[in-house]
């Protein structure tokens, strides 16, 4: 995998911040309505899921703890989403899921 040059311009960094946000809140409505795409299994496949998304939010400046950037992020409390939506992790998607998290330092 090539590094990124943190140097380099980003085109990212010239995409309006509405047009941003809007992209953003599509793929977190998109992830609650795909509640069958496990975090786990997010994580093994791309390094992040719906938590690290509530982590960002609180990186990026929400105010609140990290119970209530989950809640948006999951639309619910995650006590809540964790019954309605979690299965159990199997050996092998807690194995995909290191082996991807190494890939992200």
Do not use: Y
Request: charged share 25%; hydrophobic share 45%.
């Amino acid at each position: 995998m090539e590094a990124m040059n943190s140097n380099a311009a980003d085109p990212l960094d010239t995409l309006d911040d509405a047009v941003a946000a809007a992209a953003f809140r599509r793929l977190v409505r998109h992830l609650r309505h795909r509640s069958d795409a496990q975090n786990i299994d997010l994580m093994g496949l791309s390094g992040f899921c719906r938590n690290c998304l509530a982590d960002w939010i609180r990186d990026a400046g929400f105010d609140g703890d990290k119970a209530a950037a989950r809640q948006v992020i999951h639309g619910m409390p995650m006590a809540e989403w964790k019954e309605r939506h979690q299965q159990p992790a199997t050996p092998e998607q807690l194995a995909r899921m290191e082996a991807s998290v190494a890939k992200n330092a």
